[in-house]
């Protein structure tokens, strides 16, 4: 019998996992939420689509209270959020 896995990028079913504990990840543009996932800890973080400004270009995701940038892929520790860097 084939099985076959259905995986979003927010949240694995607590049914596969005995951990109970989520990390939130928030990207935002200009202070507001652009998108939202909720990670497991030690969880493959994937990125949003680009957003878009007008005139400006996308530079890519600062992770707030320091310099470093997201990562498609990024294993993901703890809570935190992003900022939109625009050129």
Partial sequence: TKKEAVCRKTVLLEQYSD????CVVEFLVNGTIYDKYTIYPGGSLSLPPEPKAEGHVFRGWKRMGSQGLALDGMCVEESMSFQAEFL
């Fill in 19 to 22: 951990k109970q504990e989520y």
